[in-house]
């Protein structure tokens, strides 16, 4: 329970300073890993969490798609459709031959 009021509290300090990193050259995920760092059992020990935990990947799969919301935000449709090519290179052809690779 500790971990998952860790990570509210975290998200809504990011989401509080997120108008000073879009002022800096720091971004806000760079700040939520950077507490994770400080907060994590190298530095103040406050979560003990290891990566074999299931809430690591719940909390990570999270974490992906509210970066990927976030940027799509950002996107105007010229710029999808500018790059539209290149994403679907990557999503039909170098993906499933990275999966191939990683198989063999």
Same mark, same amino acid.
């Given at each position: 329970?500790?971990? $998952? !009021?860790?990570?509210?509290?975290? @998200?809504?300090?990011?989401? %509080? @300073?997120?108008?000073?990193?879009? /002022?800096?050259? @720091?971004?806000?995920?760079?700040?939520? @890993?950077?507490? *994770?760092?400080? %907060?994590? #059992? *190298?530095? %103040? *020990?406050?979560?003990?969490?290891?990566?074999?935990?299931?809430?690591?990947?719940?909390?990570?799969?999270?974490?992906?798609?509210?970066?990927?919301?976030?940027?799509?935000?950002? $996107?105007?449709? *010229?710029?999808? =459709?500018?790059? !539209? /090519? +290149?994403?679907? =290179?990557? $999503? $039909? +052809? !170098?993906? #499933?031959?990275?999966?191939?690779?990683?198989?063999?």
């Amino acid at each position: 329970m500790e971990l $998952l !009021a860790t990570f509210g509290v975290v @998200l809504a300090l990011a989401a %509080l @300073l997120s108008g000073l990193a879009a /002022r800096t050259p @720091l971004s806000t995920s760079l700040l939520v @890993l950077v507490a *994770g760092a400080v %907060l994590g #059992p *190298g530095v %103040l *020990g406050v979560v003990d969490i290891h990566a074999d935990n299931p809430i690591v990947s719940t909390l990570a799969s999270i974490a992906l798609v509210t970066v990927l919301f976030t940027d799509g935000q950002h $996107l105007s449709v *010229g710029q999808v =459709r500018s790059t !539209a /090519r +290149l994403a679907g =290179r990557a $999503l $039909l +052809l !170098a993906m #499933p031959l990275t999966a191939l690779g990683i198989a063999a």
